[in-house]
């Protein structure tokens, strides 16, 4: 073997290895701190989500999350200001979804998905913005007045047994739901011109459609209210 090889070889394990090791000593800087209350486990137990806190200078709070799995932790992007988050494992613990409230009346909804270093993001965009344009890529968008405020992207309950409550029997932790709402203005009135349209994610392929069965919820969702 090539000598000059091996050394580098031997130095580039080296630097790897000690770029590992820093990697899962990495967690929440200075001042954050770990709110338990706000603590979830995977239905396998083998991962956990920590959510910390700090103060800013203002007085409000700085949120991290940070999924704690074997000997990795990972920081959940992006931070947040002022609002803790809710999370959702799959039932088969490789996917995690983040429930966001961004502000009042707005929620953002962003995946990750375990791999070699843990979890990390599974899409590059909020998963709560590839809903928003699939939506308007359909002709149910054109039937309401876009909302243009109150923008609320929520996962539909219902990944820990699949959506059975649904009356659906689709494969274990392949699919997610997504409710969208938004609201409006029509003739100097606020309304909520989109209430809970649903569409599913398709994990596997990172794709949304709109099954037969969702045709009587996404009708009453784009309905127009009485004037």
Not at 26 to 32: E, I, K, L, N, Q
């Amino acid at each position: 073997m090539n000598r000059n090889y091996s050394a580098s070889s031997i130095g580039l394990f080296l630097a790897c290895a000690i770029g590992t090791t820093a990697a899962q000593a990495a967690g929440p800087t200075a001042g954050y701190k770990i709110d338990p209350e706000y603590t979830r486990a995977s239905p396998d137990g083998t991962t956990a989500v920590e959510q910390y806190a700090k103060i800013d200078a203002d007085g409000g709070y700085l949120w991290q999350f940070w999924a704690r799995h074997q000997d990795k932790l990972t920081l959940l992007e992006p931070e947040q200001a002022d609002y803790a988050a809710g999370f959702r494992f799959t039932n088969d613990s490789q996917w995690l979804v983040r429930m966001q409230k961004t502000g009042a009346g707005y929620a953002s909804l962003y995946l990750y998905h375990l791999g070699p270093r843990g979890f990390v993001a599974a899409t590059r965009r909020p998963l709560s913005d590839l809903a928003w344009a699939y939506f308007k890529s359909l002709p149910d968008s054109r039937k309401v007045r876009r909302p243009t405020f109150h923008i609320e992207a929520n996962l539909v309950k219902g990944t820990d047994e699949n959506y059975r409550w649904m009356g659906v029997t689709w494969p274990d932790s392949r699919y997610l739901v997504v409710s969208l709402s938004g609201d409006a203005f029509s003739k100097g009135h606020q309304i909520r011109s989109l209430r809970g349209w649903h569409c599913r994610y398709d994990l596997q392929k990172g794709t949304f459609d709109v099954p037969p069965d969702f045709a009587d919820n996404n009708a009453k969702a784009i309905a127009p209210d009485p004037e």
